[in-house]
């Protein structure tokens, strides 16, 4: 009626409970994965964003367009207040 794994007796409502354990831990340490992944992925554009909008002179304005694969999307534009005496040919 039991049966004998590595020393150790396992009846079936052992087998079954444990196989339950161990495969409601695969699925959370898989949604933990997709959660680090999306949130590094928010952190790289949040810095990449940082980075754009650093560029802009001081005065100046900015406007962006992005969509994501979810479906948002980000508008900024920028545009540039032009200096006094600076080479407008540029």
């Known amino acids: 009626m039991y049966e004998q794994q590595g020393g ?3 009846d079936p409502t052992m087998a ?5 354990v161990i495969s409601k831990t695969c699925m959370l340490l898989a949604l933990w994965i ?5 949130a590094r992925r928010e952190q ?3 810095h990449y964003l940082l980075q ?4 802009v002179a ?8 992005d969509r994501d694969g979810e479906g948002r999307r980000l508008h900024v534009k ?8 600076e080479d407008q040919a540029a």
């Open 8 to 10: 150790v007796l396992m």
């Open 16 to 20: 079954v409970i444990v196989s339950a």
């Open 34 to 38: 997709r959660l680090r992944w999306r």
């Open 44 to 46: 790289q554009r949040q």
């Open 52 to 55: 754009v909008t650093e560029t």
């Open 58 to 65: 001081a005065g100046g304005q900015a406007e962006f367009d």
């Open 78 to 85: 920028i545009t540039r207040i032009p200096v006094p005496g």
